[in-house]
């Protein structure tokens, strides 16, 4: 009877220890499955995509922000928003690097900041794409995207003109955020190309800075409507300078002898342009900056998709009284790159 006892248990054991091993077979079978690459049922490793911006918190770049934000959830993937406080082409330097030793898989950012780290980024196999001021000696960028400066320049002349008597001589004054970057100088150089061929004649009498920052921009233009008081057009090529230039005008009491341009649809260039104080703004799809941009990166990563041309117009347009209500929807349409 105690042997038979003894086989019974005996038996018991093995077969015990046959069930335990099939289950741990059938677990790391599991495992390996759900593990690794696109396979039936498996995970992608997600995609992880640094903006690196040229301003963190500035209002027109927020609306690229979440343009980015929403690009990123609607794709699942780790999206990193981040930048500078203020304008500095070192630390933009410093945040590419710190992408790349983090093997992001791409990066979007802006021309303040320097070719050679941007050029770094893609050597090790990451994949960039610049929107509002290009590089065009960066070599192996996926794409730009931004304004078209020439026909930006053409919009502003053509809505001055109608303001401006053919007769009467335009003499301006510009004030742009800085001049450190090619973007910047472009822009300026497009502005007063397309206006000297105002038939009254077009003068130049000054260029300022306004950092992005719209005291220093008011303090700017303070300055230059006492130096020069001849000013008739004022042409801003930021997204605070607008605002700025008002703010010195009626502090002056001269508003309504400007012609006052802008560019960017903040909330505060929208509201002056209802009111009257500025004529227009010039804008493009800062939403689409975060939003097609993370897009454009997706598409070539996972499907490798390519875009049929390395610059591309992001929608230049200008806002005006007539089309302040109903322009918006129009900067939020996507365009795919093409099928590979």
């Known amino acids: 009877m105690k042997k038979l006892l003894a086989l019974l248990l005996a038996l018991s054991m093995v077969f015990a220890m046959a069930a335990c091993g099939g289950n741990n077979t059938a677990n790391n079978g599991a495992a390996n499955n759900g593990s690794g690459d696109t396979g039936d049922g498996g995970d992608a490793e997600q995609l ?21 934000e929403t690009a990123c959830d609607e794709l699942g993937i780790q999206g990193d928003w981040v930048g500078p406080q203020g304008l500095s082409s070192e630390e933009m330097a410093q945040l590419v690097d710190t992408a790349v030793a983090q093997e992001a898989d791409a990066i979007i950012s802006q021309s303040i900041c320097p070719v050679q780290p941007l050029q770094n980024a893609i050597d090790a ?47 301006m004054s ?17 502005v007063e190309e397309v206006f000297s061929k105002h038939p009254g004649g077009f003068e130049l009498v000054n260029t300022t800075l306004s950092k992005s920052d719209k005291a ?5 233009w303070l300055n230059t409507f006492n130096t020069y008081p001849d ?5 801003n090529l930021a997204a605070e300078a607008a605002s700025a230039c008002v703010t010195a005008a009626d502090e002056l009491g001269i508003t309504d002898q400007l012609t006052i341009v802008g560019v960017d ?3 505060e260039n929208l509201a ?45 347009m200008m806002v005006t009284q007539e089309n302040v209500d109903t322009y918006n929807e129009l900067l939020k349409v996507k365009v795919d790159l093409p099928e590979a």
């Open 265 to 267: 649809d903040t909330d």
């Open 231 to 235: 000013v008739n057009v004022c042409i």
């Open 216 to 220: 220093t921009g008011t303090n700017e």
């Open 125 to 171: 196999g990451v994949k960039v794409l610049l929107v509002d001021g290009d590089h065009a000696d960066l070599e192996g960028r996926l794409a730009y995207l931004g304004k078209d400066l020439n026909k930006q320049a053409e919009l502003m002349y053509e809505e001055v003109a109608k303001v401006i008597p053919e007769d009467e001589k335009i003499v």
């Open 48 to 68: 992880h995509f640094v903006y690196v911006s040229p301003l963190l918190s500035h209002p027109i770049w927020l609306i690229a922000k979440e343009g980015f």
């Open 272 to 316: 002056l342009l209802r009111e009257g104080k500025i004529l227009c703004t010039s804008v493009v799809s800062f939403w689409n900056y975060g939003y097609q941009a993370a897009y454009w990166l997706y598409q070539n990563i996972t499907e490798g998709r390519v875009p049929e041309q390395v610059v591309n117009d992001a929608g230049t």
């Open 174 to 190: 510009i004030q742009c955020a800085d001049l450190t970057s090619q973007f910047y100088v472009d822009q300026n150089n497009a």
